[in-house]
């Protein structure tokens, strides 16, 4: 495959030059926020690490930064799970269960679920609606997350990951609130089965370990509509990348989604771990770790890190 046409003049090690400039500008920027505390295992994190990662649908990778740093999904889950629910139970299902619109209110937020009509989440990005997804996979509890953990391996190609067990007890033991939006849910026929299962499922999702290698494999498959970027092999349909990226764009940042469709323009799915996916439609999936978060949940050294790439090497698809 050939580069995307803004990057076919620089070589790999011009790239990885400029990446490695941008990450050490950007790395100090994480001081301005603060790591995520509510759920006390993500409180352990360096503020001073961050690490960029670059998958091209050539195949080439390019890698700056802390490259070993290992850490949650998070958010970053809800695009797999959404891809999982499109293909097995289809467009028609979970579109009953959850909205396409942005919300503008923070992810865990639950004054939206309360006054709109029908009682569904508005989209699903933010917790209410990506736990109302993850309800809808098929499958015993075991089954579901056996098969989410092979779906995240598969995208990423990478066999070695895994649950970080700190991180999932640590949210199993203070997600009040996302106990509180899926009891909603079940109240008024969203949420269907146990609760509690559903939310163990949800919190087991999120405590998935990465690397930023891996985000940026498991971007490049939606830039490259659904394909594996080494093999050419569909892991799904394209319509059901093309979804998840509009999602991406549109809810993606939470409530900071239009401003970050401005200045970066980049589809892309933030995580409270700090990690950033962003999939740039035909050209690269890049995976981003800088774990000290602004006051909406998104990585503040990561975001000003995109929106030197996006600038740098004209990524906007707008
Ligand atoms: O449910 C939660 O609150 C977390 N497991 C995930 C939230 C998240 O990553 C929001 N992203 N910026």
New binding site residues.
Partial sequence: MQRCKWMETTSVSELEHELKELVEKHRPDGQTGEV?N??PALSKANPKHMAASLCLLTGEQVQAGDVDERF???????VITLAMALMECGEACVFEKVGMEPTGDP??SIMKLEIMRPNKPLNPMI?AG??AVTSLLPGTVEEKVERILSFVRRLAGNTAIGFNEAVYRS?QET?D??RALAYFMKQYDVLEGDVEEVLDI??KQ??IEVNCQDVARIGAVFANRGRDPETGEAIMPEQIAKICKTFMVTCG??NASGEFAIRVGIPA?????GGIMGAVPHCMGIGIYSPA?DD???SVAGVRLLESLSATWGLSIF
Avoid at 72 to 78: C, D, P
Avoid at 269 to 273: A, E, L, Q
């Fill in positions: 995520a509510y759920i949650t999904l998070q958010s970053m889950s809800k992810f865990n917790n990506a736990i949210e997600a609130l996302n949800y919190f999120c405590a940042m939470y799915k933030s995580g409270v771990s978060l909406k949940g998104n």
